[in-house]
């Protein structure tokens, strides 16, 4: 089911706010000008007017030139449209502030796990789980022996880059239902040589095909990064997606497909003030030249496998949308009484599993019986956000791979 990208920011924004002045995650809303650089760019700036206004976006309006330059002195347009709730949030203290609540609600997170697929057995999803260190040397062809399988009531599949490929390693669900999974590269570089930023809002180009341009990004600190371009990437196996093997490096010399772009509306980007960033991988529904399309979310209603659910294609906006989408997820599949701000799975822990994982020093002194919520998805916010989608060190385990276990004892 393709559900509106544009619904869930919407609504996902006004509830990450929220969260974020309720639980002093540091966050900013400084507003975001789309600019047209030319005067034949300025029909699609009315038509984003219109469809931004039909989506409830609140106080969108067309400026002037002069407007948006006296606004912003330093850059350069035909016309803009501003958008004043726009903002930024330190995404990494928004994922410890709700790891931080889950861990409050009984939750443990069990980093380097990975679910490797399952079984459905009529309306049974079982699940197969390893040590996600197996994964390293993993190559087409070889068969990886779970250490554990676990039989689960709900199973919300929000693997990210390797959600499509999670989903066709459920044996018995039914492929015609899965999408074609397309990956992105988008690099980022930071601006040097400048004393201070040029710019105090986010400026945005009119979008392009695969992405929304080469814009401008500023953290809390006004720290200014230009991206993310969009680099296709093809020929790209199960294999390599579900382990996450991407090459997220950022060649200097690309930094001359971005001077051109950022001129356009910045025209006194001085030569040599662009470094390499970082990039990042997105998982997306459409390739090169194609519609872009929504997120998909797969319920029973959709592929008829009780308490399984399949997110796809959660790309950018997915930080702003997050929370809508889990509020969706909760509502529309009936998980009454489960608390869940992240993606996730929900099932049952027999005995061996507390062993394995006190085996292996994740958890101490768990008694039963024991529930647990299973997110494939644990690199949470800053992975279901495009464009950097690349592994981070986090928390006490070290980096984390596309399946960890998040695990609410109740």
Excluded at 25 to 48: D, M
Excluded at 69 to 92: N, R, W, Y
Aim: aromatic share 8%; with cysteine.
């Amino acid at each position: 089911m393709y559900i509106s990208q544009a619904k869930f920011c919407v609504k996902g924004r006004d509830m990450v706010y929220k969260y974020c002045s309720e639980h002093d995650v540091p966050h900013k809303q400084i507003g975001k000008l789309i600019v047209a650089t030319r005067e034949s760019e300025v029909s699609k700036l009315n038509e984003l007017l219109v469809r931004g206004t039909e989506n409830g976006v609140n106080g969108l309006r067309l400026m002037e030139a002069s407007e948006a330059m006296k606004m912003e002195p330093e850059l350069q347009c035909a016309k803009a449209l501003f958008s004043p709730v726009s903002g930024i949030v330190d995404t990494h203290s928004l994922m410890l502030s709700l790891v931080g609540e889950a861990e409050n609600y009984g939750a443990i997170f069990s980093y380097n796990t990975a679910v490797l697929g399952g079984n459905i057995k009529g309306n049974q999803v079982e699940l197969f789980v390893t040590g996600s260190q197996h994964l390293d040397n993993w190559n087409e062809g070889d068969r990886l022996q779970a250490e554990l399988r676990l039989l689960p009531e709900v199973v919300i599949n929000s693997a990210g880059l390797a959600a499509v490929p999670l989903a066709k390693r459920l044996m018995g669900l039914d492929s015609s239902y899965l999408p074609t999974a397309y990956y992105a590269r988008g690099h980022y570089f930071s601006l040097s040589k400048t004393k201070g930023s040029p710019f105090r809002h986010l400026i945005y180009p009119i979008p392009e095909d695969g992405g929304l341009g080469v814009h401008v990004t500023l953290d809390l600190e006004g720290q200014v990064k230009f991206g993310p371009d969009v680099e296709w990437i093809s020929g790209v196996s199960d294999i390599a997606s579900f382990s996450n093997r991407f090459d997220y490096s950022v060649r200097p010399d690309r930094s001359e497909i971005f001077y051109p772009e950022i001129r356009k509306y910045y025209p006194l980007l001085k030569e040599g003030s662009l470094e390499p960033g970082y990039a990042g991988i997105r998982p997306k529904l459409s390739g090169p030249g194609m519609t872009p399309s929504d997120f998909v979310i797969q319920g029973q209603d959709v592929h008829g496998v009780s308490g399984l659910v399949n997110l796809f294609g959660i790309e950018s906006p997915g930080v702003t949308a997050s929370m809508a989408i889990a509020d969706y997820v909760t509502s529309q599949y009936n998980f009454h009484g489960i608390r869940v701000q992240l993606t996730s799975v929900i099932a049952r822990l027999h005995n061996h599993f507390i062993q394995w994982m006190e085996d292996r020093g994740l958890v101490s002194g768990v008694k039963e019986p024991v529930s647990f919520v299973m997110a494939c998805e644990i690199r949470l916010l800053e992975l279901v956000h495009s464009p950097d989608n690349s592994a981070k060190e986090f928390g006490r385990k070290g980096t984390l791979c596309a399946h960890d276990v998040m695990i609410v004892v109740h």
